[in-house]
């Protein structure tokens, strides 16, 4: 079955550090990469998202590039802000038959939590 | 509007107790989901609604009862719930029911079960 793996948490960064977080991949089909990301007491935001190898996903100052060769998805800023603090969650979509029915299910990550300090 | 809004945003519930949760989305989209997500956990998906007809009930005990009146609306009806159903109940909503759709989430309601 489709499976992603994010690199443990927690991470601690101060103000303007380079962030990276590792996020690896299995899957059957050809899956679309997401990563959202969930402020405390909200509920989850897309952050980016790609649909094909190669792709380059990017939104806020945040990238991550479809990797097919190394089944990877890893997220990456150049300079992070204290508001950037938050749960990363990684998530493929791929599709699914079920009774008949296709659709495509999110399987997320574990989450990362990031916490940026002044 | 691209908001999709849940209430209430806390429940306190006993055992026996019957309640609701509500979603709401004005964006137009036809497929609609219930999530539910512990503590320090991804989202755990539940039920998906498409074209207001369910289409996916991800093994779910029947004390949690989804319904969706219309094409906004998204209700998830609950009854004689056990501590361990205690989490954040997220909806979603995206543009269709498809591979690769992006979704647009809630909030959440904090459910607390005693």
């Known amino acids: 079955g489709n499976s992603v793996t994010q690199m443990e948490g927690p991470v601690t960064l101060s103000e303007e550090a380079f962030l990276t977080i590792n996020c690896t991949y299995t899957a059957t089909g050809y899956p679309s990469l997401f990563w959202y990301v969930q402020y405390p007491g909200e509920g989850l935001q897309l952050l980016l998202k790609?649909?094909?190898?190669?792709d380059k996903g990017s939104n806020k100052g945040f990238e991550a590039t479809y990797r097919k060769e190394t089944t990877s998805f890893h997220l990456e800023k150049g300079s992070v802000q204290v508001s950037d603090s938050a749960v990363y969650f990684c998530?493929?979509?791929?599709?699914?038959?079920?009774?008949?029915?296709?659709?495509?299910?999110?399987?997320f990550g574990q989450g990362t939590i990031l916490t940026v300090h002044p | 509007d691209t908001e999709v809004t849940q209430t209430p945003k806390h429940l306190v519930m006993g055992m026996t107790n019957k309640k609701s949760l509500k979603c709401e989305q004005h964006?137009?989209?036809?497929?609609m989901y219930w999530y539910k997500q512990k503590a320090k956990k991804p989202p755990e998906l539940m039920f998906v609604y498409s074209y207001e007809k369910l289409s996916i009930n991800e093994s779910v005990p029947s004390r949690f009862s989804p319904e969706c009146p219309n094409s906004s609306l998204l209700n998830l009806h609950l009854h004689a719930l056990q501590p361990e159903d205690s989490a954040l109940y997220l909806c979603?909503?995206?543009?269709?029911?498809?591979?690769?759709?992006?979704?647009?989430f809630g909030s959440g309601t904090q459910l607390s079960v005693l």
């Open positions: 790609a649909t094909k190898a190669d």
């Open positions: 998530a493929l979509s791929d599709g699914v038959n079920a009774g008949g029915t296709s659709y495509g299910k999110l399987t």
């Open positions: 964006m137009g989209h036809r497929a």
């Open positions: 979603a909503s995206s543009h269709r029911q498809g591979y690769g759709e992006k979704l647009f």
